[in-house]
């Protein structure tokens, strides 16, 4: 996925009504289920605009939106995005 559809996909999932959780997978082979909207936050400082941070339980990543390779629904499976 490129950085804009990532970032621009993710703005919509986590201001979607009702939320429905979703999974981000990193290239590196990473995931995170994010189970809440306030799990992912956005850098907004203008020179960070393409990378954003997970927080859930005890996990944090911070991440480049060019680092993730698809973004699925978990509780259909189906890919965001592509």
Known sequence: MRAEEVRLTLKHLIHQHPFEKFLINLENGDRYLIEHPENVAFDPNENGR?????????LFCYAT??????????????????
């Open 65 to 82: 939106f060019e680092s993730v390779s698809s973004i699925v629904h978990q509780d259909i499976g189906a890919t965001v995005g592509a």
């Open 50 to 58: 393409m990378r954003f941070s997970v927080v859930t339980r005890d």
